[in-house]
């Protein structure tokens, strides 16, 4: 069983819908991560979280500690959206301080 | 410029040979990664460094060779390529450990 998990893996949205998308894990985490990648293959780093709520223009992400789930929203979304979105978690191992792990990501299509 | 590059961005080579990817920051920042790519798995770590001279184990190193003698080159060695490193690397940094600026990636195909 994979550590983290996402879901949906694909998701079709309409401009201009409310996007949620869903990341659980497994284990103690110290950050967690969302992540984008576009068609072309750059990645970016959009939020790292271990609390709370953080917000950058029309991405909201959320994280339950207790529930060990987090979920990042667009609001008003664009087809210039449309992209992979990854979740990542740090965790300290027996063996190194800052392991990580990815989900398997969820493409997200906008359509105009 | 400024930012953070990967080089070669293509390679192809053969099974058993040597091949070092480069990856170059301009940030000074004191974390960087190395990732594989693959189809049905996802982004995986290989090493990271917290600063020069400082390297670790991620989730898949075995094959990989590392080194930080500079804080701003975080170069990664297959000391004897297999078919099975195939893959998109994804090199990135991080000041705080956490927020992280990835390079364009490098495509090594191993033949």
């Known amino acids: 069983k994979n550590e983290v998990e996402q879901s949906p893996q694909n998701l079709t949205a309409q401009e201009g819908e409310f996007i949620t998308i869903n990341c659980s894990y497994s284990v103690g985490i110290s950050a967690l991560h969302w992540l984008q990648q576009h068609p072309g293959g750059g990645i970016v780093s959009l939020f790292m979280l271990s609390s709370g709520k953080k917000k950058h223009g029309r991405l909201i992400a959320t994280i339950n500690i207790q529930e060990k789930h987090s979920s990042l929203h667009i609001t008003a979304s664009h087809p210039r959206d449309s992209a992979v979105y990854i979740c990542a978690v740090s965790f300290p191992t027996p063996y190194n301080n800052n392991d990580m792990r990815f989900g398997a990501g969820t493409r997200l299509t906008v359509k105009p | 410029d400024a930012g953070i590059t990967q080089s070669p961005r293509y390679k192809i080579t053969e099974t058993g040979r040597q091949v070092t990817l480069m990856c170059h920051q301009t940030?000074?920042?004191?974390?960087m990664f190395w990732y594989r790519q693959d189809l049905g798995h996802g982004l995986r770590l290989i090493y990271y460094s917290a600063a020069a001279d400082i390297t670790d184990k991620g989730e898949v190193p075995d094959g990989y060779v590392v080194s930080r003698s500079k804080t701003e080159n975080f170069p990664l060695t297959l000391e004897s390529a297999t078919r099975s490193q195939t893959s998109v690397y994804f090199c990135a940094s991080s000041r705080t450990r956490y927020e992280q600026y990835f390079g364009p990636g490098t495509r090594l195909t191993v033949t």
């Open positions: 940030w000074s920042h004191s974390y």
